[in-house]
């Protein structure tokens, strides 16, 4: 069973920069691939960027390209999302979610492929 908390959300103003993190209980996290998800007010829940177990390959959302950054430490059993040039459009509930699947070489970026999800942290982003 895997747990995860995730932290360093928070208000800031539009062209700022926050990072999350996910931390993670249970050694199996290091082997699973890993996401993050946003949710704002009245809209679906969607991916932001994903990332394998190795760290080796990730995706994003054509949203955030060129401003996030999503990566790991498995030694420390955390991921993380550097955000950068945070937009107000940027504003939801981020959480982090991990996919049941062992040292596999992909990621998905359908959301109900995730198995174990954070609570989340509220990022605002005030213009």
């Known amino acids: 069973q895997v747990q995860l908390v995730e932290s360093g959300g928070g208000l800031v103003q539009a062209g700022g920069s926050l990072r999350l993190s996910c931390a993670a209980s249970?050694?199996?996290?290091?082997?699973?691939?890993m996401g993050w998800f946003r949710q704002a007010p009245g809209k679906e829940r969607e991916i932001v960027a994903a990332i394998t177990w190795s760290g080796g390959s990730t995706y994003y959302a054509d949203s955030v390209k060129g401003r996030f950054t999503i990566s790991r430490d498995n030694a420390k059993n955390t991921g993380y999302l550097q955000m950068n040039s945070l937009k107000p459009e940027d504003t939801a509930v981020y959480y982090c979610?991990?996919?049941?699947?062992?040292?596999?070489?992909?990621?998905?970026?359908?959301?109900?492929?995730?198995?174990?999800w954070g609570q989340g942290t509220q990022v605002t982003v005030s213009s």
């Open positions: 249970g050694r199996t996290f290091s082997s699973y691939p």
């Open positions: 979610a991990a996919q049941r699947t062992y040292y596999t070489s992909r990621y998905s970026v359908d959301l109900n492929e995730y198995d174990y």
